[in-house]
């Protein structure tokens, strides 16, 4: 079986964007590899002009935002380092049994790569100046000019992930039997060459 591989566009945040962005990227992939009855719910994003859809299912938002925690925690510890956060979709087969084993076998049919480029916090500066009385913020231009930029790139990734979903689908296995699954099997992790990069 095929892994169909999608690299999203690099995505440059601050850390406390970084869960609002990886929120709106996950259930928006997951959304769209939804099975079944879903209740769809529309969320906006407080930092963006941006809206996105979750599936309504309480324990997967726990479990994205378990992972985004676990995201979070590795990126505060990498300082300076580009971070990577994938979401995996994959098949569960039964291996031959050996003796007494039974063995279980993910077979991989999708991966997603969200890249983040994490600013570090600049430090603050005076700006003061010799000749006025009012004194303008300088950075506040530039805070609106970078958040409407960051706005403009996570439309553009939900925009290519519209894209993958609507062009990538022979790949995409039988939908599993009855139990009401809503959901493909799914992993969301952080990839061993930045685990092993620390």
């Known amino acids: 079986m095929n892994c169909e591989v999608c690299q999203l566009k690099d995505l440059e945040v601050e ?3 970084i869960r609002e962005v990886l929120r709106c990227i996950l259930h928006t992939i997951v959304f769209h590899r939804a099975l079944g009855l879903v209740r769809p719910k529309d969320v ?16 997967l938002e726990k479990k994205i935002d378990e992972k985004i925690e676990h995201f979070i925690s590795w990126v505060e510890k990498h300082p300076n380092k580009k971070s990577q ?14 003796w007494f084993t039974n063995k279980i076998e993910r077979l991989y ?14 430090k603050a500066h005076s700006s003061k100046s010799h000749n006025s009385k009012v004194v303008v913020d300088p950075g506040e231009e530039e805070r609106i000019a970078r958040r409407a930029a960051v706005e403009a790139s996570l439309r553009e990734v939900l925009f290519q992930i519209i894209k993958f979903v609507n062009e990538k689908k022979d790949h995409v296995p039988p939908i599993p039997n009855g139990d009401g699954v809503v959901y493909f099997p799914h992993e969301i992790t952080i990839p061993r060459k930045f685990l092993s990069s620390s």
């Open 85 to 98: 956060i994938c979401l995996s979709f994959y098949e569960v087969k039964n291996k031959q049994p050996y």
């Open 15 to 17: 850390h406390f964007e």
């Open 44 to 59: 906006d994003l407080e930092l963006f002009d941006v809206t996105y859809v979750q599936c309504g299912d309480v324990e």
């Open 109 to 122: 049919w999708e991966q997603w790569y969200i890249n983040l480029n994490v600013a570090q916090h600049p």
